[in-house]
């Protein structure tokens, strides 16, 4: 059996193989990312050229040191593809994202492509979402009263603002994150509209309708590629 590390690798692998010369792609954050841009930066070495759009700090300094041009999403007009990683996957390809604190801008990039491949181990999927606390990014003003309304919903059992160093943690955009454990989500799109609706929120790691494919390495070494739409 393989170890973790080397099942990202191989999806990462796997995930070079759809980039083509020219193309403006964006770029996720996250483990198995990190193996998709470390083969890209080989490519590069061999000639191919890529334009990449990052949805963090981390991402644009890997593709920097790989050689990827990096340019600001205002400046593109269409993302070909997406390739980032997820949480939670299920059956139907909706996604719980969030884990590295870079949700909001990966879904605006997301938004902006053509395509979202998400690129994962098989330990992402699952039969319904949830069991990975849901992050919820909110503005710092008033997020204690954010967290009352959650909780409120009756579904959601804690929520857990997030910290690093014992600091609280701020995103590339100067907000919190919220972690909320709903332990299960029955209705994903009606629990992001709901949220949607609080004050205070900015955005949800509910990816709902947004993956078109998911590339999935597996211990035996086999990787595999689902299309959802």
């Given at each position: 059996m393989l170890?973790?590390?080397?099942?990202?690798?191989?999806?990462?692998?796997?995930?070079?193989d759809?980039?083509?010369?020219?193309?403006?792609?964006?770029?996720?954050?996250?483990?198995?990312?990190?193996?998709?841009?470390?083969?890209?930066?080989?490519?590069?070495?061999?000639?191919l050229k890529v334009t990449g759009v990052s949805t963090s700090e981390q991402s644009a300094q890997l593709a920097n040191k790989a050689g990827i041009i990096v340019s600001?999403?205002?400046?593109?007009?269409?993302?070909?593809?997406?390739?980032?990683?997820?949480d939670e996957i299920d059956p139907q390809g909706q996604l719980i994202k969030g884990g590295g604190g870079a949700l909001l801008k990966e879904k605006i990039v997301a938004a902006a492509s053509e395509?979202?491949?998400?690129i994962a181990d098989g330990s992402k999927l699952v039969k319904q979402l949830g069991k990975f606390p849901l992050p919820v990014e909110v503005v710092p003003f008033g997020y204690k009263q954010v967290i009352k309304q959650i909780i409120k919903t009756g579904i959601c059992k804690k929520v857990t603002l997030r910290k690093k160093d014992d600091q609280f943690f701020i995103t590339d955009l100067n907000h919190y994150i919220l972690d909320c454990e709903?332990?299960?989500i029955e209705d994903a799109s009606s629990l992001n509209?709901?949220?949607?609706?609080?004050?205070?929120v900015v955005e949800t790691g509910l990816f709902i309708n947004?993956?078109?494919?998911a590339i999935v390495g597996y211990e035996d070494g086999r990787v595999e590629m689902t299309r959802y739409k």
């Open positions: 170890p973790q590390e080397e099942i990202k690798k191989n999806a990462g692998t796997y995930a070079a759809l980039i083509k010369n020219e193309m403006v792609i964006g770029l996720g954050t996250g483990t198995t990312v990190y193996w998709f841009i470390h083969e890209l930066s080989k490519r590069v070495e061999q000639g600001d999403l205002n400046t593109i007009d269409r993302l070909v593809l997406t390739i980032d990683g997820a395509e979202l491949i998400i709903f332990e299960k509209n709901f949220l949607h609706h609080i004050p205070g947004m993956a078109t494919k």
